[in-house]
């Protein structure tokens, strides 16, 4: 599995940006995929996460009703709609995969290479 994360970039609040989280590889399907994040000086945050079909998302509180994360596994690739961008959210985004749907992230085994979002005020 190689990720690769991208879509980043600078905004304003209020705004809104996608990521993506691509895999070339054959078996994307078969993992969970989390995003995660980390601001400077702080520590790694979960920020959402979906289920190997798509059916099942679980979203951190502070972007619960703003983020939107999806899959199109026939593309091979997750994404994270972010809208309502806050200049809190100003971190690197970082995905991730797994066998185990979860919001810890010691449980993910695989990590794409993580993409700075910036938000500003």
């Known amino acids: 599995v190689q990720l690769q994360a991208s879509g980043g970039g600078l905004v304003q609040a209020g705004g809104s940006l996608r990521l993506s989280c691509a895999d070339p590889g054959r078996t994307f399907s078969n993992y969970a995929v989390g995003w995660f994040r980390q601001a400077p000086g702080k520590e790694r945050e979960f920020v959402a996460a979906?289920?190997?079909?798509?059916?099942?998302?679980y979203y951190a509180d502070s972007v619960k009703g703003r983020f939107t994360i999806s899959r199109d596994n026939a593309k091979k690739v997750v994404y994270l709609q972010m809208d309502s961008l806050k200049p809190e959210d100003t971190a690197v985004y970082y995905c991730a995969a797994g066998r185990v749907l979860t919001k810890s992230g010691d449980e993910y085994d695989y990590w794409g290479q993580g993409t700075l979002v910036t938000v500003s005020s």
């Open positions: 979906i289920s190997r079909s798509g059916i099942t998302t």
